[in-house]
């Protein structure tokens, strides 16, 4: 049974910085493109990072490109979202992802706010 759990959301002021995680069981995530979406409330979900199989590079939203960065460590099947210059509007819930063709799982997601 795969599993995606995140964790590492929590508050944080304008300009700062979080490292969120997301621990992968029942499978391992060599074998998945993985991602990290978030959703504020009223909003569409977006997808902010990813990561791929092939040629196993990373792919960036606009809004975040130069400032979030993600990476995965296979031995640990855990996939990081480094997060810096944090504004207000990146506030959301933070969800990680793993695709494979038509099949994705989700995790239950981590809350991050950006607040003065």
């Known amino acids: 049974q795969v599993q995606l759990i995140e964790s590492g959301g929590g508050l944080v002021h304008p300009g700062g910085s979080l490292n969120l995680s997301c621990v992968v069981s029942g499978t391992s995530i060599y074998s998945w493109d993985m991602g990290w979406f978030r959703q504020a409330p009223g909003k569409q979900r977006e997808l902010v990072a990813r990561i791929v199989r092939k040629p196993d590079d990373t792919n960036y939203s606009d809004s975040v490109r130069g400032r979030f960065t993600i990476t995965r460590d296979v031995a640990k099947n855990t996939v990081y979202l480094q997060m810096s210059n944090l504004e207000i509007e990146y506030t959301a819930m933070y969800y990680c992802?793993?695709?494979?063709?038509?099949?994705?799982?989700w995790g239950q997601g981590t809350k991050v706010t950006v607040s003065s």
């Open positions: 992802n793993a695709k494979f063709v038509s099949t994705d799982h």
